[in-house]
């Protein structure tokens, strides 16, 4: 079993930056490559990012490419994700799922959090 929590979501301007940690915990949690997804209102859930366990493997959503930089510190069990240049459509709440089988159309991910809330004014 793995437990995923979200952190560090909150209000900032069009063009300031924002640091999401996805804490996990479990036997195994270091395992398992972890995805960042984010669901605006009335939108579906969408990928943003993911990094491979040990943290060599990345891959970005083309909305974020080049704003945004996750990465992993396993020795803590965090993943991060560093959001820079941060624009209105960047609003939305921000998820971290462990284990996943799909991250595109409808996510297949075995553990999720509770998810963060970032909100982008202009």
């Known amino acids: 079993q793995v437990q995923v929590v979200e952190s560090g979501g909150g209000l900032v301007q069009a063009g300031g930056s924002l640091r999401l940690s996805c804490a996990a915990s479990?036997?195994?949690?270091?395992?398992?490559?972890i995805t960042w997804f984010r669901q605006a209102p009335g939108k579906e859930r969408e990928f943003v990012a993911v990094?491979?366990?040990?943290?060599?493997?990345?891959r970005y959503a083309g909305s974020v490419k080049g704003r945004f930089t996750i990465s992993r510190d396993n020795s803590k069990n965090t993943v991060y994700l560093q959001m820079n240049s941060l624009k209105p459509e960047d609003t939305a709440v921000y998820y971290c799922?462990?284990?996943?089988?799909?991250?595109?159309?409808?996510?297949?991910?075995?553990?999720w959090g509770q998810g963060t809330q970032v909100t982008v004014s202009s």
């Open positions: 799922a462990a284990s996943c089988a799909v991250v595109t159309g409808t996510p297949r991910c075995d553990y």
């Open positions: 479990g036997r195994t949690s270091s395992a398992y490559a």
């Open positions: 990094i491979g366990w040990s943290g060599n493997s990345t």
